[in-house]
């Protein structure tokens, strides 16, 4: 049975369920909204009612010093302090007995004079006692609260809060509820995938293979497989069962012209040589007896490295878009260091662990066993986590989130060593998929979800979670096969010679790649994305939730963009222009702060920005082995993309230093522009080296 058919099958299965979440999660985001909206006045009413209450206390006061309730002298300058600490009030107004305005501060409502003197709302002067609710006049929400002195109502005083600041907060639960969803949908993919997905594919594979063999003729019996508890374990089995008798049957058939061929000639039935014939014909055609069972893909024990990837990969990626601003809110106990460059040292430091150490660790890996090394990264994480949490000081946070970085590398080349090993040289594209897979899912997850958690429980709770997130895949990872035989045709994993780096360093074709398109990628990458953005949206007004929803953007756009842009890359000329078109299109994405610095500038920033990265993603790496063909058969793959990956990540640690340095001297928005032009001048140098010299042309040492 064609395996595309039986991934359709699967497909099929995936999509039913996925619309049945996805109907459920949109009739809970529309009756949760409903539910907000509906709290959410009353909620106001009590908000602007505690104001009014102090306002109108003070009026009191004021009248029982014999102060005329008309001639009331500071109630706007008081006006002006409340509208300074609560910048939703858009109106203050004081009315006497009939409604007639005696004092106001900043613009009324269209309709407001009429509304002061309805019956309705001077009603409220009799019943001091009931509870003020809003009522939208005009574009304000105003609240009315009575004056009543000791010996008789003196007036009324209404306070508005725009109506702009209310659909801002219903505008962002309801993109709080679509990030819920979207986010929901790809766990529930990656739940999907992990409780079903493999053994449903296992058994849909087992039973199309019984079926194949029914129609090509093959009643060999093979090695049993407990099938009975599968999915389609029943028909599996009983098709088995039709093809186990069938063989059965033809094995008693010959057992019995053996056993008369054996007789006296003149005992032998007359219709045996006939029946011997007919025999022959059938062992031809058709294929009986015994044959063992082929040894089975490790495509089952792939599947299972994928959740607990994906839930360590999520713990780091909670944090993306929060961490700059948590490091601006601890101290800095180095004399000299400005905060820029403090916010920036965390990734930057991060990334350059995550360098230097995957090399080393690649090795580590494979001495002690790719499971057991993925146990001891995630614990030493969870600690780096737990113990950020508490950090004190920028200096010490430095030190939690350094081993935060080496528990990450640890568990991502063991989780990449654990892949190749399971996979056989035929499959590895197919089977390495799964673990880019669960990194892409966590990338779109993580920012997102993390912005809203910090925004409501804190950064600092939210490295909590981080560390329970990384705590879960150890749980996940115990699962995990121990060892696997090794494959003697595989070379050892070892980091690059400092002879390999320098002799990669001093050649055009190897650096045309990597300084000019692998390098500035990545700047682009953690200068924007992870340093810029989260301290430049809140430095506008907006909160951490709305940075993560802008991150999140990013992560869709990849995971959208790489797939097809990785088709694109059929030829060295396609993968050339992709690169330097990526890195031309992320900077102009960068460049679009130029025209606004509004937060949907930065998203279309953002977007452009993903999509020039997914355009020159996939293409680079193809690039290094086209450029450096001779390099990789005279040094080894594992040495050259070793160094590569080196500068890479190198280029990783340098995006945020450059970002706060370009910060601390001109500013966010020219910092965004400065690196936008770093990318575009990137891209065309690329694109004009690689249009010009000849592959073998090498840099003079």
């Given at each position: 049975?064609?395996?595309s058919?039986?991934?359709?099958?699967?497909?099929?299965?995936?999509?039913?369920?996925?619309?049945?979440?996805?109907?459920?999660?949109?009739?809970?985001?529309?009756?949760?909204?409903?539910?907000?909206?509906?709290?959410?006045?009353?909620?106001?009413?009590?908000?602007?009612?505690?104001?009014?209450?102090?306002?109108?206390?003070?009026?009191?006061?004021?009248?029982?010093?014999?102060?005329?309730?008309?001639?009331?002298?500071?109630?706007?300058?008081?006006?002006?302090?409340?509208?300074?600490?609560?910048?939703?009030?858009a109106?203050?107004?004081?009315t006497?007995?009939?409604?007639?305005?005696?004092h106001?501060?900043?613009?009324?409502?269209?309709?407001?004079?009429?509304?002061?003197?309805?019956?309705?709302?001077?009603?409220?002067?009799?019943?001091?006692e009931?509870?003020?609710?809003?009522?939208?006049?005009?574009?304000?929400?105003?609240?009315?609260?009575?004056?009543?002195?000791?010996?008789?109502?003196?007036?009324?005083?209404?306070?508005?809060?725009?109506?702009?600041?209310?659909?801002?907060?219903?505008?962002?639960?309801?993109?709080?509820?679509?990030?819920?969803?979207?986010?929901?949908?790809?766990?529930?993919?990656?739940?999907?995938?992990f409780?079903?997905?493999?053994?449903?594919?296992?058994?849909?594979?087992?039973?199309?293979?019984?079926?194949d063999?029914?129609?090509?003729?093959?009643?060999?019996?093979?090695?049993?497989?407990?099938?009975?508890?599968?999915?389609?374990?029943?028909?599996?089995?009983?098709?088995?069962?039709?093809?186990?008798?069938?063989?059965?049957?033809?094995?008693?058939?010959?057992?019995?012209?053996?056993?008369?061929?054996?007789?006296?000639?003149?005992?032998?039935?007359?219709?045996?040589?006939?029946a011997?014939?007919?025999?022959?014909?059938?062992?031809?055609?058709?294929?009986?007896?015994?044959?063992?069972?082929?040894?089975?893909?490790?495509?089952?024990?792939?599947?299972?490295?994928?959740?607990?990837?994906?839930?360590?990969?999520?713990?780091?990626?909670?944090?993306?878009?929060?961490?700059?601003?948590?490091?601006?809110?601890?101290?800095?106990?180095?004399?000299?260091?400005?905060?820029?460059?403090a916010?920036?040292?965390?990734?930057?430091?991060?990334?350059?662990?995550?360098a230097?150490?995957?090399?080393?660790?690649?090795?580590?890996?494979?001495?002690?066993?790719?499971?057991?090394?993925?146990?001891?990264?995630?614990?030493?994480?969870?600690?780096g986590?737990?113990?950020?949490?508490?950090?004190?000081?920028?200096?010490?946070?430095?030190?939690?989130?350094?081993?935060?970085?080496?528990?990450?590398?640890?568990?991502?080349?063991?989780?990449?060593?654990?892949?190749?090993?399971?996979?056989?040289?035929?499959?590895?594209?197919?089977?390495?998929?799964?673990?880019?897979?669960?990194?892409?899912v966590?990338?779109?997850?993580?920012?997102?979800?993390?912005?809203?958690?910090?925004?409501?429980i804190?950064?600092?709770?939210?490295?909590?979670?981080?560390?329970?997130?990384?705590?879960?895949?150890?749980?996940a990872?115990?699962?995990?096969?121990?060892?696997?035989?090794?494959?003697?045709?595989?070379?050892?994993?070892?980091?690059?010679r400092?002879?390999?780096?320098?002799?990669?360093?001093?050649?055009?074709?190897?650096?045309?790649?990597?300084?000019?398109?692998?390098?500035?990628?990545?700047?682009?990458?953690?200068?924007?994305?992870?340093?810029?953005?989260?301290?430049?949206?809140?430095?506008?007004?907006?909160?951490?939730?709305?940075?993560?929803?802008?991150?999140?953007?990013?992560?869709?756009?990849?995971?959208?963009?790489?797939?097809?842009?990785?088709?694109l890359?059929?030829?060295?000329?396609?993968?050339?222009?992709?690169v330097?078109?990526?890195?031309?299109?992320?900077?102009?994405?960068?460049?679009?702060?130029?025209?606004?610095?509004?937060?949907?500038?930065?998203?279309?920033?953002?977007?452009?920005?993903?999509?020039?990265?997914?355009?020159?993603?996939?293409?680079?790496?193809?690039?290094?082995?086209?450029h450096?063909?001779?390099?990789?058969?005279?040094?080894?793959?594992?040495?050259?993309?070793?160094?590569?990956?080196?500068?890479?990540?190198?280029?990783?640690?340098?995006?945020?230093?450059?970002?706060?340095?370009?910060?601390?001297?001109?500013?966010?928005?020219v910092?965004?522009?400065?690196?936008?032009?770093?990318?575009?001048?990137?891209?065309?140098?690329?694109?004009?080296s690689?249009?010009?010299?000849?592959?073998?042309?090498a840099?003079?040492?």
């Amino acid at each position: 049975m064609n395996r595309s058919y039986l991934r359709g099958i699967y497909l099929r299965l995936a999509g039913v369920v996925m619309l049945v979440v996805v109907c459920a999660l949109g009739a809970s985001a529309f009756i949760s909204h409903r539910v907000f909206e509906q709290a959410l006045a009353p909620e106001m009413s009590k908000k602007v009612a505690t104001i009014g209450a102090s306002v109108r206390s003070l009026v009191l006061n004021a009248v029982s010093h014999r102060i005329d309730f008309r001639e009331l002298y500071g109630i706007e300058q008081k006006f002006d302090e409340i509208k300074s600490a609560v910048p939703e009030i858009a109106y203050f107004a004081v009315t006497d007995a009939q409604g007639v305005v005696l004092h106001q501060r900043f613009s009324a409502p269209s309709g407001a004079a009429a509304y002061f003197r309805k019956p309705s709302v001077l009603a409220a002067l009799s019943k001091p006692e009931s509870a003020p609710s809003s009522v939208r006049i005009g574009d304000q929400y105003i609240v009315s609260l009575p004056i009543i002195s000791a010996h008789e109502p003196l007036g009324m005083l209404h306070i508005g809060v725009d109506v702009r600041f209310v659909d801002s907060i219903v505008l962002g639960m309801t993109y709080d509820m679509l990030v819920v969803l979207v986010v929901a949908l790809f766990f529930t993919l990656e739940l999907l995938h992990f409780m079903a997905g493999e053994r449903l594919e296992s058994s849909l594979k087992s039973l199309g293979n019984t079926i194949d063999r029914g129609i090509a003729g093959d009643f060999s019996k093979r090695a049993q497989r407990a099938t009975a508890t599968s999915d389609f374990g029943a028909v599996t089995g009983m098709l088995e069962s039709v093809l186990a008798r069938t063989n059965a049957a033809f094995e008693a058939l010959t057992r019995d012209v053996e056993a008369a061929r054996r007789y006296p000639a003149h005992e032998r039935p007359p219709a045996l040589a006939a029946a011997n014939t007919g025999l022959q014909q059938l062992s031809q055609r058709y294929r009986f007896g015994h044959e063992p069972e082929a040894a089975r893909s490790g495509n089952s024990q792939i599947g299972k490295v994928r959740a607990p990837l994906f839930l360590f990969i999520l713990a780091e990626e909670l944090t993306r878009s929060f961490l700059p601003t948590y490091v601006k809110t601890l101290p800095i106990p180095i004399p000299g260091l400005s905060p820029e460059i403090a916010m920036g040292l965390p990734i930057s430091l991060f990334m350059l662990i995550v360098a230097l150490a995957q090399p080393h660790l690649g090795a580590f890996s494979e001495r002690v066993g790719h499971r057991r090394a993925m146990l001891v990264g995630a614990g030493i994480a969870a600690l780096g986590f737990l113990a950020t949490a508490f950090a004190s000081t920028v200096l010490d946070l430095l030190i939690w989130r350094s081993l935060c970085a080496l528990g990450y590398a640890m568990v991502f080349v063991a989780g990449q060593g654990y892949v190749l090993e399971q996979a056989s040289a035929s499959k590895r594209a197919r089977n390495f998929a799964v673990f880019v897979g669960a990194i892409m899912v966590a990338t779109v997850c993580g920012p997102s979800i993390g912005g809203i958690l910090a925004d409501n429980i804190g950064e600092r709770m939210t490295f909590g979670v981080s560390a329970l997130l990384a705590l879960g895949s150890i749980v996940a990872m115990r699962h995990l096969p121990d060892r696997q035989p090794s494959d003697p045709d595989r070379a050892a994993t070892r980091a690059p010679r400092l002879r390999e780096i320098g002799a990669l360093l001093l050649n055009a074709r190897f650096m045309a790649v990597t300084g000019l398109a692998a390098m500035p990628a990545k700047i682009v990458l953690t200068g924007i994305c992870f340093y810029l953005v989260p301290l430049y949206v809140l430095s506008i007004g907006d909160s951490q939730a709305i940075t993560g929803r802008l991150l999140m953007s990013y992560a869709v756009v990849m995971v959208l963009m790489t797939p097809l842009s990785a088709a694109l890359a059929s030829s060295r000329e396609r993968m050339e222009w992709l690169v330097g078109g990526g890195l031309v299109v992320s900077g102009l994405g960068a460049s679009l702060l130029l025209a606004n610095g509004g937060t949907l500038w930065v998203f279309a920033s953002i977007v452009l920005i993903g999509l020039g990265q997914s355009l020159s993603i996939s293409a680079q790496s193809a690039l290094v082995a086209e450029h450096c063909s001779r390099e990789v058969a005279g040094m080894g793959e594992s040495a050259v993309y070793g160094v590569y990956r080196l500068l890479e990540r190198i280029g990783n640690a340098l995006g945020p230093v450059l970002a706060g340095f370009l910060l601390l001297s001109f500013g966010y928005r020219v910092s965004f522009v400065a690196i936008g032009a770093l990318a575009i001048l990137s891209g065309i140098a690329f694109l004009v080296s690689t249009s010009r010299a000849p592959v073998t042309t090498a840099l003079a040492a």
